[in-house]
């Protein structure tokens, strides 16, 4: 199991840090992925299209926010044994399990949208629920790998350099996606602005999610795998990077927003914001339905 190399110096300021951003993972991440849940819940109580790449993607979020309470509660437990250490490596193990699933549905997001967009008959005549499980089927058998091979690296820096090898490789995939959609959308005249507008806005949300949060750990891996410095300000940084990354599932409930028509549509999910606006169930059922069941071919149902 691999493990960080011993340091010269004293870390109490950047653990109370990393600490903080647990406890605000816990306090935000939980509620938020839990009522990103609820809201895909009821899309598919309503017959509608699964949209199993966000639901997976909020599991993986799941799994890595539970593993923090782990660690959260064993800092206020002041015991050391040999099995609470052997077990906080397998609980970091299951974290960057998550991590990596992570990855591999925004990937899965984002060629989904390009291809709605870019090949929208291709992906209207072959869209099928089969690949799509299959799909997610291979994502968490990959991550399950890996997670077995991570568990076995004993050195620290082999370690950081698979981590953030795997880490870069959906960097060329989701630009490419990016781009390509944005292009194809705009010598499209079949789609509506506001379509354009929320296309355009889950492909940035997941770029810009890859791009703030996993690229910094990514190339501050590859530095300290090539340069192998370990001094206290390279440390910060890495502290800096690796709580970055910690963040993701924070921001990934966004994407249901980008799922609906609107803010009322999104607000619309819930019953205690319809009882307090006063807005009609039967209506907002029916306006939901005609916005996720009209014009399946450019409709974004992940």
């Not at 630009?175 to 509506?192: C, D, E, G």
Request: net charge positive; aromatic share 16%; charged share 15%.
């Amino acid at each position: 199991m691999n493990g960080s190399s011993s340091l010269n110096f004293t870390t109490d300021y950047v653990d109370i840090f990393e600490e903080t951003v647990a406890w605000i993972i816990l306090s935000i991440g939980l509620p938020a992925i839990s009522l990103a849940c609820y809201a895909l819940y009821r899309l598919i109580k309503a017959d509608h299209v699964a949209p199993l790449y966000v639901i997976n993607l909020l599991l993986s979020d799941l799994v890595q926010i539970i593993c923090r309470i782990y660690f959260v509660s064993q800092k206020h437990f002041g015991v050391h044994s040999p099995e609470l250490i052997k077990a906080r490596l397998i609980f970091l193990v299951i974290v960057r399990f998550g991590l990596v699933a992570s990855l591999g549905f925004m990937v899965c997001i984002s060629l989904e949208r390009y291809l709605v967009v870019a090949h929208p008959l291709w992906y209207r005549y072959r869209r099928n629920l089969k690949y799509t499980v299959l799909t997610c089927i291979f994502i968490w058998l990959f991550s399950v790998i890996y997670a077995v091979i991570d568990y076995n690296i004993e050195v620290y820096r082999t370690f950081l350099s698979v981590l953030a090898t795997l880490f870069l490789l959906p960097f060329p995939f989701l630009l490419f996606f990016y781009v390509s959609s944005r292009r194809a959308l705009k010598s499209t005249i079949s789609i509506s602005v506001a379509e354009k507008n929320r296309i355009l806005g889950a492909l940035a949300l997941v770029f810009g999610i890859y791009v703030v949060l996993y690229l910094p750990f990514t190339f501050m891996a590859f530095f300290l795998v090539i340069s192998n410095i370990r001094t206290y300000t390279v440390y910060c940084f890495m502290a800096v990077a690796r709580s970055m990354v910690r963040l993701s599932p924070l921001v990934d409930p966004f994407l249901y927003i980008f799922m609906r028509k609107g803010a009322r549509d999104t607000l619309e999910a819930f019953p205690c914001f319809r009882r307090v606006f006063g807005w009609s169930t039967t209506r907002s059922d029916a306006e939901t339905r005609s916005t996720l069941s009209t014009g399946t071919d450019i409709q974004m149902r992940i």
